[in-house]
């Protein structure tokens, strides 16, 4: 499969099968997924039982009602939705959270309310996305010194503000 980007280059895209399962007891729940073409990410859905209630600084896992099968060239990230965050201060802690290629379990999302009122997260309701990426083989290999650079250990605000 072929694509042209806006310059003109054409790009050739791979396709990789993500296998998904529902969890037993969840097959009312919406599977992920985007909610436009171009979307990057595909919503992910509560898979609660009852409402769940955060309250201004509570942090809770919500569950997904799916497990996932992904070749390991893969990682999913779980994201916050930017209407949730912007609206009501809901969004995700240790973003982006990384599913692992090898991870057979449920997928579930850990949420945090940094807004000021309560929020309520009903059964089906959209609460992130999940990205996929490609991982890169890497081989860390140790050394005696590093290549120099213009930078060297600049780090943490270091060109100004």
Known sequence: MSSTASGGISLSLSKYEVQIKRV???EDIL???KMSKAASGYD???????PVVLAPGERKLIPTGFALSMPPELEAQI?????LAYKHGITTLNSPGTIDADYRGEVKVLLINHGQEPFTIGRNERIAQMVFQLVP?????EVSELTE???GAGGFGHTGR
Do not use: D
């Not at 992910?44 to 009852?50: M, Q, R």
């Not at 083989?137 to 290999?141: H, T």
């Open 79 to 83: 994201r916050p939705r930017s209407g």
């Open 137 to 141: 083989q890497i081989e860390l290999a």
């Open 31 to 33: 599977l992920p997924q």
């Open 24 to 26: 037993a007891g969840q």
């Open 149 to 151: 650079t213009v930078r």
């Open 44 to 50: 992910l859905h509560a898979a609660v039982s009852e």
